[in-house]
Antibody, heavy 115, light 107 residues
């Protein structure tokens, strides 16, 4: 069974970088599909942040383009989110996901940006 | 970016009611429209894809339809387990964009 699991700090200070890991089991991330990060803000707004493809190419939401980086470690079957220069407006629950005919999502990790 | 205007933002309905939630796309998205259900503490679950296709394992009381640039999710007979937030998502163009969500409560 394919499983995705996010991990990372739950609290980040303003102006610092947010770094999250998505660990994938049951499927090799280089085999296919795009591997996405999606976040849900307090108040329920959802935002697609970007993806890294199975070949390693990336596609980012232009609203985040200068702050976001999605990378991967194929040896560990993990992909990563880095969001720079965070503000309180980046407080959200962050999900990693494989979207397709059948979706797979992580359980989500809540990240609070606060001093 | 394609804007998805979703309505209502919240609603309350009784068990057995027919419930409809709508999204309007700011430009042509064809049938690249999905509906997601999210329950408290859970990850989103895709209910409908391709505007009208029921995802695997989704009860048949859920259906999706399209009229021009308006897309609807209908629950034919509301059950208590349907209490959730529902989102539409367009996937024809990056960045993918979600509707603002509809919080569905049971009276």
């Amino acid at each position: 069974e394919i499983q995705l699991q996010e991990s990372g700090p739950g609290l980040v200070k303003p102006s610092q970088s947010l770094s999250l890991t998505c660990s994938v089991t049951g499927y090799t991330i280089t085999s296919g599909y795009d591997w996405s990060w999606i976040r849900k803000f307090p108040g329920n707004k959802m935002e697609w942040m970007g993806y890294i493809s199975n070949s390693g190419s990336t596609n980012y939401n232009p609203s985040l383009k200068i702050r976001i980086s999605i990378t991967r470690d194929t040896s560990k079957n993990q992909f990563f989110l880095q969001l720079n220069s965070v503000t309180t407006e980046d407080t959200a629950t962050y999900y990693c996901a494989r979207l397709g005919l059948r979706d797979y999502w992580g359980q989500g990790v809540m990240v609070t940006v606060s001093s | 970016d394609i804007q998805m205007t979703q309505s209502p933002s919240s609603m309350s309905a009784s068990l057995g009611d027919r419930v409809t939630i709508t999204c309007r796309a700011s430009q042509d998205i064809g049938n690249y429209l999905s509906w997601f259900q999210q329950k408290p503490g859970k990850s989103p679950r895709r209910m409908i894809y391709g505007a009208t296709n029921l995802a695997a394992g989704v009860p048949s009381r859920f259906s999706g339809s399209r009229s021009g640039s308006d897309y609807s999710l209908t629950i034919s007979s509301l059950e208590s387990e349907d209490m959730a937030i529902y989102y539409c998502l367009q996937s024809i163009q990056y960045p993918f964009t979600f509707g603002s969500g509809t919080k569905l409560e049971i009276k």
